[in-house]
């Protein structure tokens, strides 16, 4: 919102702020209620300045930074992830596709990100044919070589993997990482 802000704000702190600079004088009578006017248009723009610069401090907040991180991405998995090193591609969840191939490149490719223009159609059906364990998704998992898995809990291939003994290294309310059993 603050691009509409800065929009919306700007016609009234112009305002305030050219009552802010000195004029000529018109006569006597104008001359206290127009310094006085003056005055609190300093003012105004001083708490304003205060204000934005509060606001932009906590914004710039390294601790909020990371609870958003947090928020809306598995930061804690993709460390583990970067821990265990496991064979095989990954098959990440879409929405956590940038920031994968942000932390983990280029020791791991994303399987699909927002970049759904560089993807084939084949991979996005295959990726939704994965994600929910659909007909056909063990045949997927073995053309894309997939070794690793970093899903939310809640995803279908999650619950079929753990069902067919899958290596789980991590899991919370965020999201799971599992690997393919080692052959043997």
Do not use: C, M, Q
């Given at each position: 919102n603050v691009p509409v802000f800065a929009l919306v704000a700007a016609l009234p702190i112009a305002?305030?702020?050219?009552?802010?600079?000195?004029?000529?004088?018109?006569?006597?009578?104008?001359?206290?209620?127009?310094k006085e006017r003056r005055w609190l248009n300093a003012a105004l723009g001083g708490v304003l300045l205060l204000a934005l610069l509060f606001w932009i401090g906590a914004q710039t907040s390294g601790q909020r930074n990371r609870e958003h991180l947090e928020s809306q991405v598995p930061v804690a998995a993709v460390a583990a992830l970067r821990d265990v090193r496991?064979?095989?591609?990954?098959?990440?969840d879409y929405d956590w596709g940038g920031y994968v191939l942000w932390e983990l490149y280029p020791d791991y490719a994303t399987?699909?990100?927002?970049?759904?223009?560089?993807f084939a159609?084949?991979?996005?059906?295959?990726?939704?044919?994965?994600?929910?364990a659909g007909p056909g998704w063990e045949a997927a998992m073995e053309r894309w070589d997939i070794g690793t898995v970093l899903l939310p809990p809640g995803s279908p291939l999650v619950a079929e993997l753990v069902r067919l003994g899958w290596d789980e290294r991590f899991?919370?309310?965020?999201?799971?990482?599992?690997l393919r059993p080692e052959p043997g």
């Open positions: 305002r305030h702020a050219a009552g802010a600079l000195p004029t000529p004088e018109a006569g006597a009578g104008t001359n206290l209620k127009r496991p064979r095989g591609h990954l098959l990440n399987f699909v990100d927002g970049r759904t223009d560089v159609p084949e991979v996005l059906e295959d990726y939704i044919r994965l994600w929910t899991r919370d309310s965020r999201a799971v990482v599992l």
